[in-house]
């Protein structure tokens, strides 16, 4: 009896395991691109920059793509980032594109060293945990394709590096 016990015990943990990253995860496709759980970083009170991140961006097709703008209703402008490590500090700097090579996924996730994200500058409110709101994404090859943003706390509680 003990036995049967902490099998169904195990089994409930590994479905519980298995099921939670598709429950609190959202994606998007866009012809051969896959927008894996674009999420952003609460704000506080005051500040008027945020960041859009990707767990991932997925190239399956056999051409390469890029992202080249992006645009939203939460925010003035939004600017692709690139953040670089200059000497010991992290920094960020505009870039003109996201390469998006053919077969490749790539991750744009907070914390990623040489990472990219989505700045937004002039949010219109703060960002608060629960919030949605929509990105429309512009690529060279599949065009333009709104995504829904989710804001969130990172489980690892990293907070982003942000020197404006
Ligand atoms: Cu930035």
Redesign the pocket.
């Known amino acids: 009896m003990p036995m049967t016990i902490r099998r169904h015990l195990c089994a409930a943990t590994l479905l519980a395991a298995a099921l939670s990253p598709s429950a609190w995860a959202h994606g998007f496709k866009a012809g051969d691109l896959a927008v894996d759980h674009p999420y952003a970083t609460p704000t506080r009170p005051g500040k008027t920059?945020g960041?859009v991140y990707f767990r991932a961006i997925k190239n399956n097709g056999t051409e390469p793509d890029r992202l080249l703008s992006a645009r939203t209703p939460a925010a003035a402008t939004v600017?692709l980032?690139r953040m670089e490590m200059d000497s010991d500090v992290m920094r960020?700097r505009a870039v003109p594109a996201i390469e998006l090579p053919a077969k490749t996924e790539v991750r744009l996730r907070h914390g990623t060293p040489n990472g990219h994200?989505l700045?937004l500058l002039g949010l219109k409110a703060p960002l608060k945990d629960g919030d949605r709101f929509p990105v429309t994404l512009t690529f060279q090859r599949t065009g333009e394709r709104e995504v829904m943003v989710w804001v969130q706390t990172p489980r690892d509680g990293a907070a982003p590096v942000?020197n404006?």
Request: hydrophobic share 35%; aromatic share 0%.
């Open positions: 920059t960041a600017e980032h960020m994200h700045m942000h404006h």
